[in-house]
């Protein structure tokens, strides 16, 4: 039996070029068009009138597709980017989804502090800053309670 190359070097390849991927893959996540503070210079698929981006707010919200996964934000008139939400369950932040339960959060997370906007929604922060959405309240609670069997049902995320 005859061998190519010495076993270190074709080891050292291999290493290389699973290195490159990963970078490859990190470069990527670093290249997310849509963040919230910056300009959005992607494809708008549609937009539709009155998303409500805070309590006492409604803006318009643009629909974008990125990645196979639909968001929609809302931006100021010189075009910053101030709200971000999506419920597509394809959708995946720190190792969480829509259809997750609140249960899952406190097993993986250390903070699941429960914030509440009253009228507007009941929520965790996660590390990346995006917000899980567990509940829309109808009537403000002293004390904001998820049950562990209570679902996520989307993210946002807020300047």
Avoid at 21 to 42: E, H, M, T
Avoid at 51 to 74: A, L
Avoid at 97 to 105: E, K, N, P, Q
């Amino acid at each position: 039996m005859k061998v190519y190359g010495n076993l270190k070097s074709q080891k050292s390849n291999i290493f290389l070029i699973v290195f490159l991927i990963i970078l490859s893959f990190s470069a990527n996540a670093q290249k997310f068009p849509l963040k919230v503070g910056r300009k959005y210079l992607g494809k708008i698929d549609s937009f539709r009138y009155a998303i409500m981006t805070s309590p006492s707010n409604f803006d318009t919200g643009f629909f974008t597709t990125i990645n196979d996964i639909e968001f929609v934000f809302s931006r100021t008139k010189e075009g910053i980017v101030f709200f971000i939400t999506c419920d597509d369950k394809n959708f995946i932040t720190d190792g969480v989804r829509v259809g997750d339960s609140f249960g899952y959060l406190k097993k993986h997370f250390k903070d699941t502090t429960v914030h509440d906007v009253e009228g507007y929604t009941r929520f965790v922060t996660l590390p990346s800053g995006w917000r899980a959405v567990f509940e829309i309240p109808m009537v403000h609670t002293l004390v904001p309670r998820i049950k562990d069997t209570q679902k996520l049902q989307w993210f946002y995320r807020v300047n």
